[in-house]
């Protein structure tokens, strides 16, 4: 964050990332989406946007990278964002992100630290992008499943930021490549507390837990696991199967919010009137214990 006056100041952001699917206008669209979305767990307002773009000078047309900075351009007009240009390197491996500025008001700058003892958890979108995208390209998810999980991808998280502001947010973060408990987790050391998440309150993607089941973990769920798996108690009584999609690594995945109990039910309303149909209360913020996250 950078303060130009008592009420305004600018954020800035970048991500970029391989494809998650095989068409490049919807690759565009989930790669731009997710890189606005640390501006919106901020509680600010993205305005600009620059293409950052990795491209093999031979093998590949032009037409397709036509296609994914349209699908970019398409979800970046869907969140009032002006692109206002770009730089792309030569690379065998295909890349595609922003780097976005926002606008905040310093005064109601919203962290991933804060969250206090009694909070109520909400998370805004459903889990389980990983695992599905791993189906996908095995050629084994089902085409139903396949929509849900870019449907999720694609949307941007700007009701739910607009959403959250009108309450007495305590902390926030957007779940992405660390899953539900990596950046959970980094709220919970940096708020110095226990976040606790009731596992049969966790909304997940159709047939995530299915294909977890038949073993499709991305190489990053595995990686989430054992790093952050030590810091993380998981009650006896969930299933493999489950716990590993608190690992799983999103793309562009919902907010995790951090807010006083008794707002929580208003703050679920208003998500759900703003189309965040998935969104639930997930858990709560207790006293700091023996581990910092708790799956129960």
């Known amino acids: 964050m950078f303060r130009l006056s008592a009420d305004?100041?600018?954020?800035?952001?970048?991500?970029?990332?391989?494809?998650?699917?095989?068409?490049?206008?919807t690759y565009?669209?989930?790669?731009?989406?997710?890189?606005?979305?640390?501006?919106?767990?901020?509680?600010?307002?993205?305005?600009?946007?620059?293409?950052?773009?990795?491209?093999?000078?031979?093998?590949?047309?032009?037409?397709?990278?036509?296609?994914?900075?349209?699908?970019?351009?398409?979800k970046a007009r869907e969140a009032g964002v002006v692109i206002v240009g770009g730089h792309s390197v030569a690379d065998e491996e295909v890349k595609y992100g922003?780097?976005?500025?926002?606008?905040?008001?310093?005064?109601?700058?919203?962290?991933?630290?804060?969250?206090?003892?009694?909070?109520?958890?909400?998370l805004t979108k459903p889990l389980?992008?990983?695992?599905?995208?791993t189906a996908f390209k095995r050629d084994q998810l089902p085409r139903d499943q396949y929509d849900a999980a870019v449907e999720s991808m694609a949307r941007?998280?700007?009701?739910?930021?607009?959403?959250?502001?009108k309450y007495e947010v305590h902390a926030a973060t957007d779940i992405t490549g660390f899953g539900l408990?990596?950046?959970?987790?980094?709220?919970?050391?940096?708020?110095?507390v226990t976040l606790r998440f009731e596992a049969s309150l966790l909304p997940l993607l159709p047939g995530a837990r299915h294909w977890s089941r038949k073993?499709?973990?991305?190489?990053?769920?595995?990686?989430?696991?054992?790093?952050f798996g030590p810091k993380v108690q998981v009650s006896e009584r969930i299933p493999p199967e489950f716990a590993e999609l608190a690992f799983d690594p999103q793309t562009s995945g919902g907010l995790l919010i951090a807010l006083p109990d008794r707002e929580a039910d208003g703050l679920l309303a208003d998500l759900r009137v703003e189309g965040n149909l998935d969104a639930a209360i997930v858990g709560c913020v207790s006293e700091r214990g023996a581990f910092a996250i708790e799956l129960v």
């Open 181 to 192: 408990s990596g950046h959970a987790l980094k709220m919970a050391e940096g708020s110095k």
């Open 128 to 133: 389980g992008t990983g695992v599905l995208m």
């Open 28 to 74: 565009g669209q989930i790669a731009a989406a997710n890189a606005l979305s640390d501006v919106y767990a901020m509680g600010g307002v993205p305005k600009t946007a620059l293409n950052l773009v990795c491209w093999p000078q031979s093998g590949l047309p032009g037409e397709m990278l036509g296609e994914i900075l349209r699908g970019g351009a398409e």
């Open 215 to 227: 073993g499709m973990i991305p190489g990053g769920g595995q990686r989430n696991h054992e790093f």
């Open 156 to 165: 941007l998280n700007a009701s739910a930021a607009q959403a959250m502001l």
């Open 98 to 122: 922003m780097a976005v500025t926002g606008v905040i008001d310093p005064r109601r700058i919203i962290r991933n630290v804060g969250a206090q003892v009694g909070d109520a958890l909400t």
């Open 8 to 25: 305004l100041a600018i954020v800035n952001t970048v991500d970029f990332f391989t494809p998650v699917v095989d068409d490049p206008f």
